[in-house]
């Protein structure tokens, strides 16, 4: 028997809708870009609903929000358990809020049925994730742990111009007098996002336990060849760069077949200049996605397939410009905690299945800082990033009855000594 019920948990559904409202775009999507003024009513919302449900709310400098219940032992450290309140342009409403509104349910009923904890617990609502506004990603997840700090917000500008210090200090952030972000009483931190992927639709499956969040290398990769004309130069003599990119990405294709799951590998962008229908294109700019579990495997099979767009190049007398712009590990979720979920979910008898994650979450950002774990609900036809994202109301409220099960695990019974 599971402590939280299905009715009590429904509540999370209404709360998603009240944020879905901060930010609603005319296709049903939404759209809280870091720092804008829809992201700051959405973390105010969430200030007053922590509030009220018996929390002790603060922001930290960069913005992050926490709410509080306080346990008895203070030096046991702190569970932190929550996701991001920004989104993509024109996003979905479950894509971090989700996770946000989960924690809120689950602690509140925690705080009103049990009382104190044993270990104190914090709702948080990171202030971004996404890297939709600036060009860089878990800027709230990354400054709890200290892969970032404020010393860079400087050096990063927006599409318009604005730097990432003047964003966060028009929101009212980044001042010297406000709580530092990075955290060093963290016990753990458990993560529900939904799926965003097929896998728990197509099997059936009711929770997705994360077992590894799959590492990535990104490349701009540019072909440079000879701009010409397409009626006056023969075959023989171009230095086509189009031609040449393309077949990089049939090699890419092909050995990430061989390769096969989980690996996947994307170009997912490509410019050509001067992208003229009657000119050989001179320039080709593409972008590479690769991901894997493994470091290993990962490094192994992106070393091979630039190697072999280095040997396309020379034979197609092409320069070839490799720049890497990203490099994230894969991040093993913590063990002990998954076998927790585990033991949960076959307890109560919800069907779940041990996955990885493809996608980047805010939970591998905290791997190398305490024990992390990470719980997915069911996405309808894996459809995420995009207004039509959807996820059944009894999925969302199952995702909080396994995560109540979780957090009383942690925070009221493990460490009462
Ligand atoms: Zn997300």
């Known amino acids: 028997m599971m402590r939280m019920t299905m009715e ?26 870091l720092y804008s003024p829809s992201w700051k009513d959405a973390q105010s919302f969430l200030e007053a609903a922590m509030s009220a449900a018996g929390l002790e709310t603060r922001y930290d400098r960069v913005g992050n929000l926490f709410g509080r219940l306080e346990g008895k032992r203070k030096e046991q450290g702190v569970i932190l358990t929550g996701s991001h309140i920004d989104t993509v342009r024109s996003g979905g409403r479950y894509d971090g809020a989700y996770g946000i509104a989960a924690s809120l349910a689950a602690v509140s009923f925690l705080r009103s049925t049990y009382g ?23 800027w709230g997840s990354g400054n709890i742990t200290g892969a970032y700090t404020t010393g860079m917000s400087p050096l990063i500008v927006d599409p318009q111009g604005i730097t990432l210090e003047h964003a966060m200090q028009a929101a009212g952030f980044g001042r010297e007098d406000q709580p530092e ?35 990535q290398r990104r490349y701009v990769i540019t ?30 294709e092909r050995a990430a077949n061989r390769a096969g799951e989980p690996l996947v590998a994307t170009v997912g962008r490509m410019k050509l200049l001067p992208n003229i229908p009657n000119v050989i294109a001179g320039t080709v700019e593409f972008t590479l996605d690769i991901r894997h579990i493994s470091e290993t495997l990962l490094t192994g099979f992106t070393d091979a397939v630039i190697g ?63 024990p992390t774990a990470m719980l997915f609900v069911p996405s309808k036809d894996g459809i995420s990033h995009s207004p039509e994202e959807y996820t059944a109301a009894e999925d969302l409220a199952l995702g909080v009855v396994v995560l109540a099960e979780m957090l009383y695990d942690l925070a009221y019974e493990e460490i009462l000594t």
């Open 116 to 138: 104190e904890p044993g270990r104190s617990i914090e709702v948080v609502s990171f202030c971004e994730e996404e890297g939709s506004r600036f060009p860089l990603a878990y």
């Open 8 to 33: 009590q948990a429904s509540g999370v559904t209404s709360l998603l809708e009240k944020l879905a409202g901060f930010g609603s775009t005319a296709d049903g999507g939404v759209t809280r870009l």
């Open 223 to 252: 072909v440079k060849g000879e701009t010409n004309h397409a009626g006056t130069t023969p075959m023989a003599m171009r230095r086509d760069a189009v031609a040449g990119a393309a077949e990089m990405i049939a090699i890419l």
């Open 181 to 215: 972000s990075l955290r060093e009483d963290l016990a753990a931190f458990v993560e529900v996002h939904i799926e965003q992927g097929v896998i728990l639709e197509r099997t059936g499956g009711k929770v997705g336990i994360v077992e590894t969040i799959a590492g």
């Open 308 to 370: 072999s767009f280095h040997s396309v190049a020379e034979r197609r007398g092409l320069e070839l410009d490799v720049q890497a712009a990203l490099h994230a590990r894969p991040a093993p979720m913590d063990p002990v905690l998954t076998g927790k979920l585990e033991k949960i979910c076959s307890d109560g008898g919800i069907p779940y299945r041990r996955m990885m994650s493809g996608a980047g979450h805010d939970g591998q950002m905290f791997v190398n800082r305490c």
